[in-house]
Structures are given as structure tokens and as C-alpha cells.
């Protein structure tokens, strides 16, 4: 089994979104800072207040560069803290940064900044992108040149504040440590995923988001206790002209796919992509570099599993020619 390799150990950095501009390898990860207060599930132990970004262009072996900081929760006149997962996609010539973060009322949303550059610096809109909400954004342009956003997290993400795109009403603003009395159990309907097309400009959702729905080889939605049903980190890819969602199952701590024939699914479940590691999320993009498949990732083992700062690693993806992807461990 291929070795994975741990990308920038000077600094803890996760959540990495892997992307293939000009000839060479970006990842935009999100940045764990300990902030000093005592664990919170919610994540709001981390300070995670900018962004980062890392090339290379021998994704095993080769040097790693961090380009410094491409964006501060500082510059951001809508967010006050708690910059979350981001991806970047490119689009005649200007590259557009997703990110996640809180509003002043403890509400996450989601933002556009632009850049000319892939390594930045991104300059933020105003405003959050109009009807956006929860975590954990992947943009995926399609070959037809059409970009959707991928996005959703349950639990700390706030996923299950909303219903048909609405905040329900238990969920009142500024109640950061708000949980809800119940989640759907049993046999009943998982939260899913959440799917939009971009504007031709990139700034904002062209459609209400859709739900993305993950169903077994009989096409039946997978349950809420089913172990494999999504939680969070959302990441689109596509081989051989299928569209491979895969995400993370959150407390089960699985990596997972389901292969569709579009970029709306429904998607097939398939199967798991990776073991579960050392830490309390596991998150991670996929992409293929120099005709090679790569699985970027994160885990704890530098911090010595006491303040769960992450790290971010990568491992050769596990693929056959069939496309089917492999189990894999970290190690």
C-alpha cells in the first residue's frame, strides 16, 4: 500500500482543496490556529481567522511553497471569524475563492473573493453570496465550462438549521451553541449535501440550491443510521464521464463515494475511500496531476492528539481502470 505524505509540517492546516492551474498543483486549506479555550465541538476552539495557500509540482517528493496569506476574516466586511473550508475555481482568467465563515450573529454563509492569480492575493465581495448558508464549499467546473458549488456540514456547519433553504425558526440567530432537539434517525431521511449552479460571473448561486441524494444499488436513499450517509465535506471530481461525489460521514469517520451521470445525482453509493484517522473530522479533495490520481487529507498525529490541530497529508489514490476506488489507510 502507497505511503501518504504529510505537506507542510511547519504549520497546522486542513480541509484541503486540491486544484490544477497552469501547469501545477495548488491546495487552498483552511488554517487551525489554537486559540486557547477549551475543546469545542463546533470548532470554535481553532481561531481558523485566514487562508493559506501551497503549491508544488512533485505532489510525493517535491518542495512545498506556501504563498502566505491570500485572504483574513479582517478583510471581510460581512465575517467575523471562523474561516472554514474554501475551494477556488478558475474562470477566464480570474480565480474565484469560495470560502466559508460566521456572520456577527453566529451564522455561517458563504463568500466570493477574487484574484488574478492563483496564489492570490483575493480580494472579498461585500456581502455573502445571497441565499448561502452552512459550510464546507467544493466548486467543480464541468467540461461544458458551467460551475456548480457543493456545500453543506451537519452539526457545527449548521446544516440542520435549514429546511427547503429556510433557517428554521428553533433555530433563533445568535444562538451559536444552538443544537437541535432532534436529528433524523432510524430509517427516516439523512440530511443531504446541497448543490447550485454559479452565476456566468461567479459570484453568486444561479438556482436555489438542490438537495444531493446518495441512494444504494436499488436506488433507495441511504438511511440516517445508515454509517456511509453524508455529514460533511463535500468534493465533486469526474473520470471516465461519471461525476464522483464523495464526502465525509462525520461521526462514523469514513471518506465515501457515490458515482451519477450528472452533476445533480442522484449518485450511487460505492463505497469507502479511506479508514478513518487520528482526529475528530476527517475532509479531503481528490484530483488528478501528471496523469496520476491523488487523495489529499488531513489528520491529528502531529499534535499529539491533545489540541487536535491538523495536518495535512496525501496519499496516492487507489483507482482501477474501471474507475472503482479502493479502500485505502493513511499511514
Known amino acids: 500500500m502507497a505511503k ?6 511547519k504549520d497546522y492546516m486542513a480541509d484541503p482543496s486540491a486544484n490544477v492551474f497552469n501547469g501545477k498543483l495548488y491546495v487552498y486549506p483552511s488554517h487551525d490556529w489554537d486559540s486557547g479555550e477549551c475543546f469545542d465541538d463546533d470548532g470554535g476552539h481553532f481561531q481558523m481567522r485566514d487562508y493559506h495557500v501551497l503549491s508544488m509540482e512533485d505532489i510525493m517528493e517535491g518542495e512545498v511553497t506556501d504563498h502566505g496569506v491570500i485572504l483574513d476574516v479582517d478583510q471581510v466586511p460581512w465575517a467575523e471569524k471562523q474561516m472554514w473550508d474554501n475551494d477556488v475555481v478558475e474562470k477566464d482568467g480570474k480565480y474565484y475563492l469560495i470560502f466559508s465563515a460566521k456572520d456577527y ?7 466570493v473573493a477574487v484574484a488574478d492569480k492563483p496564489e492570490g492575493p483575493f480580494i472579498p465581495q461585500p ?3 445571497i441565499g448561502s448558508y452552512s459550510i464546507d464549499p467544493c466548486v467543480f467546473k464541468d467540461d461544458d465550462g ?6 453543506g456540514g451537519i452539526w457545527g456547519g449548521q446544516l440542520q438549521w435549514y ?4 433557517l428554521k425558526p428553533a433555530a433563533s440567530v445568535g444562538e451559536e451553541n444552538f443544537r437541535p432537539t432532534m436529528l433524523p434517525e432510524g430509517d427516516e431521511d439523512p440530511i443531504p449535501s446541497r448543490v447550485a449552479r454559479m452565476s456566468d ?4 448561486f444561479a438556482e436555489a440550491p438542490k438537495p444531493v441524494i446518495i441512494v444504494d444499488a436499488e436506488g433507495k436513499p441511504l438511511r440516517a443510521d445508515d454509517p456511509h450517509r453524508f455529514f ?5 471530481h469526474k473520470m471516465n ?7 465525509s460521514t462525520g461521526d462514523s469517520h469514513y471518506l465515501c463515494y457515490a458515482v451519477g451521470d450528472n452533476p445533480y445525482g442522484p449518485f450511487t453509493y460505492q463505497g469507502v475511500i479511506l479508514e478513518p484517522v487520528v482526529g475528530w473530522t476527517t475532509h479531503h479533495s481528490i484530483v488528478q496531476y501528471k496523469g496520476k490520481w491523488y487523495l489529499f487529507h488531513h489528520d491529528c498525529v502531529p499534535s499529539n492528539d491533545t489540541t487536535w490541530l491538523r495536518s495535512l497529508k496525501v496519499i496516492p489514490l487507489d483507482v482501477d481502470e474501471d474507475g472503482r476506488i479502493h479502500t485505502m489507510k493513511s499511514e
Not at 241 to 247: L, N, Q, T
Open 146 to 151: 458551467q460551475i456548480y458549488c457543493y456545500f
Open 201 to 204: 460571473d461567479v459570484l453568486q
Open 127 to 129: 456581502a455573502p453570496i
Open 241 to 247: 464521464g461519471k461525476y464522483y461525489f464523495s464526502y
Open 232 to 236: 460533511e465535506a463535500s468534493w465533486m
Open 4 to 9: 501518504s505524505r504529510y505537506l507542510f509540517p
Open 105 to 111: 450573529t453566529g451564522v455561517f454563509h458563504l463568500g
Open 163 to 166: 429546511r427547503d433553504n429556510k
